[in-house]
């Protein structure tokens, strides 16, 4: 989707929000009462030449997506979303299977202030008690076969109002406050993901990155069921390669899987 950024370059940030974003060293930020989805207003706002690490954040969505054409509910002031731009280096060019799980750890660690500890189910969910209270969606644009610009967007469920129905779900969600009972405001926790976002990028292309993301992974130890279009395997999720596929322990054999439409644990 087209968004017209010169019409529509953003609302008066509430004071919270002022607050919260007040002596963070970001290059720009910009916030939105209600927009289509905030990946949409990234990606103009990146084709007119924004920097690397601007920040778009929206009360509310209309048409959020998330991974595989997935629609992402965003309902006012009950979830935070959010999308950064990141400019690829020229180092970072062999890792970019990393920038999911780079955007996945940052919100993790930002969650964790918080005294609320997520697992990352392979590749793109946060999970919380087994629960999806959160998304990643990576998306890339290339030009002369070099990767020149990706928005990273994330979405969390803050409050119950942004648990879909049941019968709009493919997993079972839940929401911080409904799991935790701990109130978390979005702006405190947008300023705080930046910073992480800022912390892991000099990290990306270490052992620790992959140590850390490793540690997070959901289901690591358990028998899972993989399917990869028509194919399906099951077996123990042992980890992670250094490229970032999953390592699986099947009856037939250590598998390396590097794309999922569907990861569960066995009887879910």
């Known amino acids: 989707m087209t968004f017209d950024l010169e019409a529509y370059p953003g609302d008066p940030p509430p004071p919270i929000w002022q607050q919260a974003f007040a002596g963070l060293p970001i290059p720009a930020w910009r916030w939105y009462r209600r927009v289509s989805s905030t990946q949409d207003v990234a990606w103009a706002w990146a084709e007119l030449g924004a920097a690397d690490g601007v920040l778009v954040a929206a009360e509310a969505q209309t048409a959020g997506r998330g991974r595989a054409g ?8 009950a979830s935070l979303t959010v999308s950064v731009v990141a400019r690829p280096f020229a180092e970072e060019q062999p890792w970019l299977s990393r920038y999911t799980a ?4 940052a919100m993790a660690d930002a969650l964790a202030s918080w005294g609320v500890n997520v697992r990352i189910k392979w590749p793109n969910d946060l999970l919380l008690d087994g629960r999806k209270i959160g998304g990643v969606l990576v998306e890339l644009h290339w030009r002369a076969a070099q990767p020149e610009v990706a ?3 994330v979405g969390v469920n803050l409050s119950p109002e942004a648990v879909p129905r049941p019968e709009q779900l493919d997993f079972p969600a839940g929401s911080i406050a409904g799991l ?8 405190t926790l947008a300023a705080q993901f930046w910073r ?3 912390a892991w990028r000099g ?3 270490s052992f620790a990155f992959l140590a850390a993301w490793d540690a997070r992974l959901a289901y690591r130890g358990q028998w ?4 990869a279009g028509h194919e399906r395997w099951r077996g123990i999720l042992l980890g992670l390669r250094e490229d970032g596929a999953l390592r699986l322990r099947t009856p037939s054999g250590e598998r390396a899987v590097w794309q999922v439409d569907h990861l569960r644990p066995l009887g879910q």
């Open 151 to 153: 928005i990273l967007g």
């Open 196 to 198: 992480a976002w800022t």
């Open 70 to 77: 997935r629609r992402w509910y965003s309902r006012p002031g």
């Open 102 to 105: 780079w955007a996945a750890l």
């Open 203 to 205: 990290r990306l292309t």
């Open 224 to 227: 899972v069921e993989v399917r």
């Open 180 to 187: 935790r009972k701990v109130r978390i405001p979005a702006p």
